[in-house]
T-cell receptor, first 112, second 114 residues
Framework: KQEVTQIPAALSVPEGENLVLNCSFTDSAIYNLQWFRQDPGKGLTSLLLIQSSQREQTSGRLNASLDKSSGRSTLYIAASQPGDSATYLCAVRIESNYQLIWGAGTKLIIKP | EAQVTQNPRYLITVTGKKLTVTCSQNMNHEYMSWYRQDPGLGLRQIYYSMNVEVTDKGDVPEGYKVSRKEKRNFPLILESPSPNQTSLYFC?????????????FGPGTRLTVL
């Protein structure tokens, strides 16, 4: 059964730092991996989608990588800002039934 | 504007009183699903649908029903809500293709069952 783990569970860093969030999954039979952002009490915003055949995707200050064979993805945030404070979730879409399997998230706090 | 809408956004009800949370998408997506989000448990899938009249159980279907009579709508029905169904609920949709597609989410429905 696919399991998705996100480490760390929480992270607090000063503004301006570059940081990396980690996501690992146990079964490489995935269609894609997607990173989301969730603000407190709000919905989920899709940040980046990486297809299983891709190695990375970039959007602005965000870069996500995927190493399917080792079951790992990282979300790199450059020059962090207080507005980046949120919970970041990763999810993999598994091949067997198209289901999305979720990590528990990393709560990120960027201190001004 | 392409979007997934849910109603109501907030609902407080009592045990046993049937309720329906509506979900609608305007992107012609085949795949729709419902999740609940609880502290410490993350997002868990309740039901999903790959097309009209096709629905399947997710990880936590007990106590819920769904229907998919039209492509754009996927209502979540709680026939007899109980306090353990107090949660934040999200509806989501995506295209259905071999390579997988981006998942879009509704704004969420915060349900409290007293």
């Amino acid at each position: 059964k696919q399991e998705v783990t996100q480490i760390p569970a929480a992270l607090s860093v000063p503004e301006g730092e570059n940081l990396v969030l980690n996501c690992s999954f146990t079964d490489s039979a995935i269609y894609n991996l997607q990173w989301f952002r969730q603000d407190p009490g709000k919905g989920l915003t899709s940040l980046l989608l990486i297809q299983s055949s891709q190695r990375e995707q970039t959007s602005g200050r965000l870069n996500a990588s995927l190493d399917k064979s080792s079951g790992r993805s990282t979300l790199y945030i450059a020059a962090s800002q207080p507005g980046d404070s949120a919970t970041y979730l990763c999810a993999v879409r598994i091949e067997s039934n198209y289901q999305l399997i979720w990590g528990a998230g990393t709560k990120l706090i960027i201190k001004p | 504007e392409a979007q997934v809408t849910q109603n109501p956004r907030y609902l407080i009800t009592v045990t046993g009183k049937k309720l329906t949370v509506t979900c609608s998408q305007n992107m012609n997506h085949e795949y729709m699903s419902w999740y609940r989000q609880d502290p410490g448990l993350g997002l868990r899938q309740i039901y999903y649908s790959m097309n009209v009249e096709v629905t399947d159980k997710g990880d936590v279907p007990e106590g819920y029903k769904v229907s998919r009579k039209e492509k754009r709508n996927f209502p979540l029905i709680l026939e007899s809500p109980s306090p353990n169904q107090t949660s934040l609920y999200f509806c989501a949709s995506s295209l259905l293709s071999v390579g997988g597609n981006e998942q879009f989410f509704g704004p969420g429905t915060r349900l409290t069952v007293l």
